[in-house]
Each structure stands twice: as C-alpha cells, then as structure tokens.
C-alpha cells in the first residue's frame, strides 16, 4: 500500500507555467530532426525548454514517452530525466531542441545459448554515468542502551546528550507523499528533491508513467493530478473528473455529481471518529467494513503517490482520515493508513495531505498522529518505506523537531551534565531506534570527547528549533484521543 503524505504540492520544482520562446539552446525547424521514419518517436531524449522554480528558463534533458496528434496538431509527452514525475507534460515541438535529438537504438540480434536469435531492449545513444553516493556513519557506535552525558561546545551550547550507536546510516533517498511545510526550520538544508524516486520503476509500462486524469473537483477545490491511477478507462478522457467529498463516488459530469448528492447522506468519512479538537477530527475507517470507499480514497490517493503499490484489497489496512469541520460537513484533509497487523513495525503504510492542504502544518500533524496511536498501543514505529521526497522531508522535520525538543527539557542532576539513552528516546517518542539514530546523524550533532560519546546542541540548532517551534501551531492533544487499539491477531478474519 503505498504516503503522504500529501502529494502534495511540490517541495521540490514548482510546475512550470506556460513557456513561450526564450534564450537558451537555437529551436530547429521540425524537419530537421529525421528518425529513420522522418519523425520524432517514443524513446528520443532532447532537451526541452521549461520554467524552473526561480521562473527561468532552462533547457534539461527529457524523454518523449508519447506523440498525439490533435486537429493537426502534434503533442508530446515528456518525462524530464532527473526529475520528479509529476512534473511530466505535454509540450509542443516548439519547446524541443531537435538539433540535439538522441534517437533510441535499433533493438539488436543477440545469440542466446541455444543458438536461437535473442533480442535486446534498445537504450538511448549516450553515455549515462551513475553516481552512487554512500553516506558513512558519523562515529563509531556505542550501546544503545549506554547513556551519554552533556558537554559544552565551546561555552556557547545549552545541551549535549545521548550517545549514538553505530549502525550505518541509511543512503536510501526515501522520497516521501507528506507536504514539505515547515521544512526550513533552522535545521541542515534539505536534501535534493528534483531526482527521482528511489523505488524501482523498470516494471512500469508506459499507460501507468502517463498522467491519465486532466483535473479532478473534490467539493470547493479542483486538484491537478500528479501521477497515474488506475481510474476506469472511460473517465481519462474526460476533461474534470467530479468526486463526492463525503463518499469519494465519482462521476462523468456535474449534474451526474448532483444528482448523486441529492441521495447521499454521508456528511463524513464512514467509521469511528476518535479524535475531536476545534475544527479537526480523524476518522477510523475499517478497510474490510467499509471497501468502497477505502478504494475510492485509495484511487484518489494514487493521483499524488508515485513510489508505492495501490491494492485494491483493502481488507489487511485501517485508514485515519483527517478531516476540517464547517457548517457543511467535515471535509478530506488527507489520509493516512496503516496495517492491521505489521511484522516490521510499520505504523503507516501510505500518507498524503491533499494540495489545497499543504504547507499549513497539516502534514506534520497527520505524523504525530500516528504515533499518538503507537504511544496507546505501546509500540514503536516507523513509515514504511520508500517515503516519497515530500514525504521525507515531513518526517525529517518531525523526527528533528521531536528529538530536540526531548534533548532540550533534560534537567542536570546534582550539577552533572544530563543524561540519556538512544533507547529512553524511542520509549517517549515511540520513533523506532533507526530513525532516532538517522536524525541524530543528520543533525550532525554527535561528538566524541574523552572516550565518551556525546550530542552537542550549537546556538544554532536551538535557535532553529525554537523558531519553527512558533510557527508550528497544530499540534495533538491526547486528551481529545478516544482510541481503544485492538489485538488484531486473535481474529479469525480482520
């Protein structure tokens, strides 16, 4: 099952707007790019003109994944090498630079053992060199459970704490479906976010690497897909698609929509509302109690995740709706969903806050949440992975936040530097021990200092924290939870 956390609007290039002639390589005429058939085919690379997120013009390298021809008129779909799929789009030839158009190989016969002929997939003629970068551990490691003491950096810091033990620090470039709100907290800059996904895509076939849905209406917004989902056929072709905000129906048109909401009474997500304060609550939905609209929320989810699986079979997942309250009803915020039972102590499976939604603290307010309920249930957890970029970002900003803000409320006993345990910080924050150690690395905050090991929290750090600290207003009561987990292995059937 695949998070959200939200598609969430971009925190990595902004979609480019409408792109007119501009400096940058010379624009040849159409008929000087000549493939064996004298055409532009599926498989050419060349770069192509787009606006960056800075509103500039630049020329990167893309692929075409297909040609339509409209009233005469040809469109090409683009994928830009590097960079995130949801920023694919049809394009017209005026924005290709076809002077230095790489034209895909002619599959060549190959032997096999038998000595029948084989056949090779063709590649583009160039010469791609991959970079692996592989990120070390930051020191050697300690116990988990050996506590670390306080040190300060040169009289200028409030805390040092908790040692670090030394597993190696994961190079997976987790991408993540969260929202990138409140990612510039004063803490290290955020990673690259214009590469692709780490997940695998060879599998993928060409329908499922093209957006196939032009816009969708969910109640007052309309949202512009990201990626593809695996919506019935007959629907891509419209120009918006119309979904109910309450039940997730969809329909062809908008008197399709009203009429459907004249005989639908849902004015919230089906299940339990476990959580009520001001104006947000979260929903408990039961995936095998309530699959269609499970399905529904999964098909709309898909339009803004790329990097995992969508299952039509609901049955194993729990889904926790965030919702905001008016006079209306309570309207989709974003999502969450989780496995009834994990062996990996996954405390959620996908995550997404919807593009009117981001970069409000809805994101990382949807994090905390999930691990309120691991805190009930006693557990630690973690995302399952790969998070998209956004995604990532979210749960680094979160961890960070989280972690520093335990680091800086130890008090000094009978004048000795304060003290504490990897382990002691994954009991109070439920954060499973990997992503505790990941954020320490990535804070850069360990030390070592006459045989011991310690965190140093620098001016900065704190500054930081405490800056993002105001402007994170969202935050989860526990008090407001009324949540009852239940022990889903000593049923027969979820």
């Not at 997976?172 to 290290?188: F, K, V």
């Not at 969903?337 to 593009?355: G, H, Q």
Request: glycine share 6%.
């Amino acid at each position: 099952m695949a998070e959200v956390v939200s598609p969430v609007p971009g925190a990595g290039r902004r979609e480019p707007g409408e792109v007119g002639r501009a400096r940058g390589p010379p624009v040849a005429d159409p008929g000087a790019a000549l493939s064996p058939q004298g055409e532009i085919i599926e498989g050419c690379r060349l770069p192509v003109l787009r606006r960056n997120q800075d509103n500039e013009d630049e020329w990167p390298l893309a692929e075409i994944l297909s040609v339509k021809d409209i009233s005469g008129r040809k469109l090409f779909y683009v994928h830009y090498i590097d960079f995130n799929k949801r920023l694919d789009e049809w394009v017209t030839h005026e924005r290709l630079d076809l002077k230095k158009i790489q034209f895909p190989k002619k599959e060549a016969k190959t032997p096999t053992k038998n000595g029948l002929p084989g056949s090779r997939p063709g590649s583009p003629e160039r010469e791609v060199k991959r970079k692996v970068e592989v990120v070390s551990p930051a020191t050697p490691v300690p116990s988990e459970s050996a506590p670390a003491s306080v040190f300060p950096q040169n009289g200028s810091a409030r805390r040092a704490v908790a040692a670090q033990p030394g597993r190696k620090r994961k190079s997976n470039c987790l991408g993540t479906d969260e929202d990138s709100q409140d990612s510039s907290d004063g803490i290290p800059s955020a990673p690259r976010m214009t590469g692709s996904l780490v997940s695998d895509r060879s599998h993928d076939d060409i329908v499922t690497r093209m957006k196939n849905i032009e816009c969708i209406e969910l109640g007052r917004h309309r949202l512009k897909p990201w990626y593809f989902s695996p919506y019935p056929q007959e629907l891509t072709t419209l120009p918006v698609l119309y979904l109910c905000e309450f039940c997730l129906k969809y329909g062809r048109s908008l008197k399709c929509l009203q009429r459907h909401l004249t005989k639908c009474d849902l004015r919230h997500p089906p299940g339990n509302e476990i959580y009520r304060k001001g104006t947000i609550s979260f929903f408990e939905i039961d995936g095998r109690k309530n699959k269609s609209y499970s399905q529904n929320l999964c098909l709309l989810a898909k339009c803004f995740l790329d990097h995992k699986t969508l299952y039509y079979d609901t049955d194993p997942f729990l889904f926790y709706v965030m919702t905001e309250y008016d006079c209306k009803g309570f309207h989709i915020v974003g999502y969450f969903s989780k496995e009834k039972e994990s062996t990996e102590d996954y405390n959620v499976a996908c995550i997404l806050t919807l593009p009117p939604y981001q970069r409000r603290g809805y994101g990382k307010l949807l994090i905390e949440f999930s691990y309120e309920l691991s805190k009930v249930e006693g557990k630690t957890g973690t995302p399952e992975k790969p998070l998209s970029d956004l995604g990532l970002l979210s749960y680094r900003s979160y961890w960070s936040q989280t972690i520093l803000e335990i680091l800086m409320g130890l008090k000094s006993e009978s004048g000795e530097r304060p003290q504490i345990t990897i382990n002691e910080i994954s009991e109070i924050t439920s954060i499973k021990k990997e992503d505790v150690i990941s954020t320490l690395q990535y804070l850069n905050l360990i030390n070592y200092y006459k045989g011991q090991y310690i965190l140093t929290l620098s001016e900065d750090i704190v500054d930081g924290h405490e800056r993002a600290m105001l402007k994170r207003l969202l935050r989860i009561d526990s008090k407001c939870l009324h949540f009852t987990p239940k022990d889903w292995s000593k049923r027969g059937k979820w």
